[in-house]
């Protein structure tokens, strides 16, 4: 048995539906409030329940053979504290009793740089030493963005052209297939290689950010128009935030620091995930292309 958490996010569904696909037995922990009816369909056994009591987590984590640590705090709530780091632990600490075998957690790229404002890479830093020592077999996946997550922006350029991008245009990424991640999280506990071992997880090239507009343009035939607020427009309301709501000033420490970095792989750290996974990673272009017909 495997236990997704965040099985209802865009990493936790593609995770849900390869093991369903594979005949592997699931437990997606779900909120009551989520759109869980296509893994119910699928034949996932649906746990509702909430990641900051402790009671449900311990619950979730009886009969489990794996876990695989899918899920993230929204940046608005500002709940790093209680879902990045609190959660995890008690993941860890539970499916230790529980008697599993392998813990997946799916970190982010950039989480070992000590970034200060940002609450969620500083929490999932401490996950990933506290896991380290656990005892606990596991693999810890450090992905760059989202190819799921530009989904809706390239939608968006094919019906105007129009592509927003904040900060320096020049920063890079390494922007990872989502439908890779999840095979690579899936594969983790079988693969011997990837035992006790931490990946970065990205794409095939490196990309900065006024490459992605340009691949959008090749795709949907359009000339791009992008439009490029400077960092300090968010730094301006970040600072308003925080005379009326200093929490989420904060948490928006972590929305400013994703901006105003690059987070890309090397070709060694990618040669390394492929040898060791025997994958080839997925482009931007092609998971564009394979998403939305073109």
């Known amino acids: 048995m495997f236990l997704v958490t965040g099985a209802t996010g865009g990493l936790g569904r593609r995770i ?14 779900v909120r ?19 990641l900051t009591r402790e009671r449900d987590i311990q619950k979730a984590c009886e009969g489990v053979k794996y876990i695989i640590s899918a899920h993230g705090s929204n940046e608005v709530s500002g709940g790093a504290q209680a879902l990045d780091y609190r959660a995890n632990i008690d993941l860890i600490d539970f499916g230790k009793t ?29 996950v990933e ?21 530009l989904l809706v922006l390239a939608e968006r350029f094919r019906q105007t052209g129009i592509y927003l991008s904040v900060g320096d245009l020049r920063n890079r990424s390494s922007v990872v297939s989502t439908d890779d991640l999840a095979k690579i999280a899936v ?45 300090l427009v968010l730094d301006g309301v970040r600072a308003g935030l925080g005379l009326l709501n200093p929490k989420l000033q904060k ?19 990618i040669a390394r995930l492929e040898a060791v996974f025997d994958i080839k990673m997925e482009s931007l272009e092609a998971f564009v292309r394979r998403y939305l017909g073109v």
């Open 16 to 29: 849900v539906r390869l093991l369903r696909e594979r005949g592997e037995q699931v437990r997606a922990f």
């Open 32 to 50: 009551l409030t989520s759109r869980y009816s296509e893994l119910e369909n699928r034949g996932a056994d649906i746990f509702i329940g909430d």
């Open 98 to 126: 529980a008697g599993i075998e392998h813990f997946v957690f799916i970190s982010v790229l950039g989480a070992d740089r000590g970034y200060e404002d940002a609450p969620v890479f500083k929490g999932k830093r401490e």
């Open 129 to 149: 030493k506290y896991l380290e020592k656990s005892g606990v077999d596991y693999t810890i996946l450090r992905p760059s963005g989202f190819a799921s997550n």
């Open 187 to 231: 594969d983790s506990v079988f693969i011997e290689g990837a035992k006790n071992q931490i990946f970065a997880v990205g794409g095939p090239k490196i990309l900065s950010r006024e490459e992605i507009p340009q691949i959008f343009g090749k795709i949907f035939n359009k000339e791009p128009v992008i439009v490029n607020p400077p960092l």
């Open 251 to 269: 948490s928006l420490g972590t929305f400013r620091t994703l901006l105003g970095n690059e987070f890309f792989c090397t070709a060694e750290e």
